[in-house]
């Protein structure tokens, strides 16, 4: 089992930027993709970034590209998502999510998941 506790939301207004953290514990391994996720309410869980663990690449949903920045500390097991620039339709419940292989854009290919924190944005 891998748990996952996501924190650093909040509420903010537009321009400003929220680190989120994502601390894993449990059975995780250094092959493990982990990713970040997002549901603004009345919608789907969509996806917003992705990264490696191993080799540290990367990908974006077009619409936080340039503004939204993944990293990792593996020695503390620790995944952060930067968000810089925010929008009021940045606002969601963000999650943090594990899976065992490549990176992948599709929430269903993911095993685990967080709690998750709520990101507010206003205008």
């Known amino acids: 089992q891998v748990q996952l506790v996501e924190s650093g939301g909040g509420l903010v207004q537009a321009g400003g930027s929220l680190r989120l953290s994502c601390a894993a514990s449990?059975?995780?391994?250094?092959?493990?993709?982990m990713g970040w996720f997002r549901q603004a309410p009345g919608k789907e869980r969509d996806f917003v970034a992705t990264?490696?663990?191993?080799?540290?690449?990367?990908y974006y949903a077009d619409s936080v590209k340039g503004r939204f920045t993944i990293s990792r500390d593996n020695a503390k097991n620790t995944m952060y998502l930067q968000m810089n620039s925010l929008k009021p339709e940045d606002t969601a419940v963000y999650y943090c999510?594990?899976?065992?292989?490549?990176?992948?854009?599709?929430?269903?290919?993911?095993?685990?998941w967080g709690q998750g924190t709520q990101v507010t944005v206003s205008s």
């Open positions: 449990g059975r995780t391994s250094t092959s493990w993709t």
């Open positions: 990264m490696d663990w191993n080799y540290s690449i990367t």
């Open positions: 999510a594990a899976r065992s292989g490549v990176n992948s854009y599709y929430r269903n290919s993911y095993n685990y």
